[in-house]
């Protein structure tokens, strides 16, 4: 009989072992380990052995000794189709199937790569002992709809860029973050052999930095250094100012990053970078990794930070630090339209301590509430600065001020009860705790 026509996920747990009282154990399943699919979790048992029904799609399997313990995970595409999987079943009328074994030498899963035939009896007779993948609000707190509207703009070409071996965790670091480590201890090494007056084999040297490169190389936390994350490099604060911008063109690119937001779409598809927030969200949620929370905080910023930008209709310009100036076509309506879309859905499927605690509610409140300012900058008294002021006219600024306050006012207000809601003008903007977030005091860049 063929298989159900969606994705079956078969995965074979640890060597089961038997100690002297006949009573079997495998490693690592205990009454308190988690293996999940997407943003669903469950307690895991020696009698699991995969997940069911799981609709065509990018999805994240990851695992976990406890709650409060690190994450491992891997993402897979799924396609429901027998034709396309490295697995392919004996009955050519079934659905696809992915096969995950785990690796006792890395303590973790990994995708079966080679062609492998699969016979349909060998996965009916597992197919009780399987988890049938969550699709209403009864058995998950995310809907299937709600994650594939989550995942639907991320290639696997996009991935594959991001997570480029396909293994995540919340250790895992960037290449970025590497780089900068093995800089400063190269620096830091040969600052040494000058004190003592001795030479430094800097290849010898930059050779061992590069072993952690090698993906089966462990470190203390039995991570693999060879899983990282590889998101493009974008700046906060007063690292995306203009290398030696003073006085008022400092302050201008600290209150407003349009000219940073000009040369990131220069160099960078925009869907690329909405993409990276995307992935990095996922990350962020399923596994509190770091690196994902920053990027994700900084491409957030760049959005929120940016009010010039929101005045060009589609064409923009951008000099860089060595004076070359660089034009392209770029449809901002569409950008940033496709964020606030985004934003809506990352905002009403996240767990609200995702704000609160992860992120901070002081930096993701100060942050929305200047975007809000900065957009409505006419229905605020004339003491506020604001580029956007006497802008109202443009198409683009009157469309984005519609489908924020229908969008994203709504669920802010709703999950941290926070009011965005615009004032008249000739009232007071500052917020409840009578803060001026007009006052670069309170507006904190570092």
Same mark, same amino acid.
């Given at each position: 009989m063929p298989l159900p026509p969606l994705t079956t996920i078969v995965i074979h747990p640890p060597p089961v072992n038997t100690n002297n009282d006949g009573i079997s154990s495998a490693p690592h399943i205990t009454n308190? $380990?988690? !293996?999940?699919i997407d943003l669903t979790y469950f307690n895991l048992t020696p009698q699991f052995r995969g997940i069911k029904l799981v &609709? &065509? %799609?990018? @999805?994240?399997? @990851?695992? %976990? $000794?406890?709650?409060?313990? &690190? /994450?491992? %995970? *891997?993402? *897979?595409?799924?396609?429901?189709d027998n034709n396309n999987s490295k697995c392919v079943t004996s009955n050519p009328g079934s659905g696809d199937v992915i096969e995950l074994k785990y690796n006792p030498k890395t303590e973790r899963y990994d995708v079966? @790569?080679?062609? #492998? #035939? *699969? /016979?349909?009896?060998?996965?009916w007779k597992s197919y009780a002992y399987m988890i049938k993948y969550p699709t209403t609000e009864s058995t998950s707190k995310i809907t299937s709809t709600a994650w594939q509207n989550l995942t639907r703009d991320i290639s696997r070409k996009m991935l594959e860029s991001a997570i480029p071996t396909?293994?995540?965790?919340?250790?895992a670091s960037? $290449? /970025?973050?590497?780089?900068?480590?093995? /800089? $400063?201890l190269l620096e830091s090494a040969q600052l040494r052999a000058e004190r003592n007056d001795t030479n430094l084999d800097e290849d010898a040297l930059i050779a061992k930095l590069s072993l952690s490169d090698n993906p089966t190389t462990h470190s203390a936390d039995n991570s693999i250094e060879g899983d990282e994350l590889n998101f493009s490099?974008?700046?906060?604060?007063?690292?995306?100012?203009?290398?030696?911008a003073k006085g008022a063109e400092l302050t201008q690119q600290m209150f407003d990053r349009s000219w940073y937001f000009f040369n990131i779409l220069i160099q960078t598809e925009p869907k690329t970078i909405l993409a990276e927030w995307r992935i990095a969200f996922l990350v962020m949620v399923i596994f509190g990794n770091f690196i994902a929370i920053e990027h994700?905080?900084? #491409?957030?910023?760049? !959005?929120?930070?940016?009010?010039? #930008?929101l005045t060009q209709e589609a064409h923009i310009q951008a000099t860089n630090g060595d004076g070359i100036k660089k034009e392209r076509h770029c449809d901002i309506l569409t950008l940033y339209s496709d964020f606030i879309d985004t934003f809506t859905l990352q905002l009403t499927t996240a767990p609200s301590e995702l704000i609160t605690e992860i992120v901070t509610e002081e930096y993701f409140v100060r942050h929305v509430r200047h975007f809000t300012r900065a957009l409505f900058a006419n229905d605020y008294h004339s003491g506020f600065d604001s580029t956007l002021v006497d802008k109202s006219h443009s198409q683009t600024v009157k469309l984005l001020r519609e489908k924020w306050s229908n969008k994203v006012i709504p669920v802010v207000q709703k999950v941290l009860r926070v009011d965005l809601t615009p004032t008249t003008k000739g009232q007071d903007n500052s917020d409840d705790s009578g803060e001026d977030y007009n006052s670069d005091e309170n507006d904190h860049y570092d």
């Open positions: 308190t $380990a988690l !293996f999940g &609709p &065509p %799609g990018l @999805h994240f399997l @990851h695992y %976990g $000794a406890d709650d409060n313990s &690190p /994450r491992e %995970g *891997i993402w *897979i595409y799924t396609t429901g079966t @790569h080679e062609q #492998i #035939i *699969i /016979r349909d009896e060998d996965v396909g293994h995540v965790s919340s250790l960037s $290449a /970025r973050e590497k780089d900068i480590l093995k /800089r $400063a490099n974008i700046a906060m604060g007063r690292q995306a100012v203009l290398e030696g994700w905080k900084a #491409i957030l910023e760049l !959005f929120l930070k940016s009010e010039y #930008i």
